[in-house]
């Protein structure tokens, strides 16, 4: 019977950003999001863990799940889009929603999936701490509500 691990990876990224919603009014941005909407924008020094299941257990050869180190280029890759920007103006992604921290979990969560080997390892959950007290779990559930159009 094999071992079933779960692997982690923690990586940083530093972005700025301003709250602002395209669907809401100038004054709702302000009331919601307060100092966050401040239209100079403020930054963050993010941390993203990303934690994947396998769909197989712990190589009996290798010891291992996967290597760490191609998990960690794995998400190189998606975080530098992200890393030393703003997201709201050089990332197409926040263009048309809002860059909080659920929001980037998501981004974060899709872009993992197109970028990991397919079908060996199965992506468990995205974490993201936006400052040491704000943290966003995102684990790929949809609810059925609808979308904001
Ligand atoms: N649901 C969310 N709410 C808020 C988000 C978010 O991403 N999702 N983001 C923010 C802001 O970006 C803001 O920068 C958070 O900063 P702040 O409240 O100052 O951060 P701290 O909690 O670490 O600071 P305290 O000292 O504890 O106030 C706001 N809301
Ligand atoms: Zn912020």
């Known amino acids: 019977m094999g071992h ?7 990586e940083t990224f530093s972005a700025a950003h301003r ?4 669907y809401l009014t100038e004054e709702k941005n302000k009331e919601l999001y307060g100092k ?9 020094n ?3 863990m990303v934690q994947k299941v396998p769909n197989l257990p712990v190589d009996p050869h290798t010891g291992m799940v996967m290597n760490i180190t191609d ?27 809002p860059s909080t921290t659920e929001m980037l979990a998501v981004f974060i969560w899709d872009n993992m ?3 990991l080997p397919k079908g060996k390892y199965e992506l468990y ?3 993201i701490h936006e400052t040491e007290n704000n943290v966003v ?3 790929g559930e949809l609810s059925s509500t609808e979308d904001v159009p």
């Not at 709250?19 to 395209?22: A, C, F, G, Q, Y």
């Not at 998990?71 to 990332?91: T, Y």
């Open 4 to 10: 079933i691990a779960y692997l982690s990876r923690k």
């Open 19 to 22: 709250l602002h919603s395209p």
């Open 36 to 44: 966050c909407n401040n239209p100079n924008g403020h930054g963050h």
């Open 46 to 48: 993010y941390t993203g």
């Open 71 to 97: 998990l960690k280029k794995c998400m190189r890759v998606v975080l530098d889009e992200l890393d030393h920007k703003n997201l709201d103006l050089d990332v197409p992604y926040f263009t048309s929603c």
């Open 113 to 115: 999936r197109k970028h």
């Open 125 to 127: 959950e995205v974490k």
């Open 137 to 139: 779990i995102f684990r």
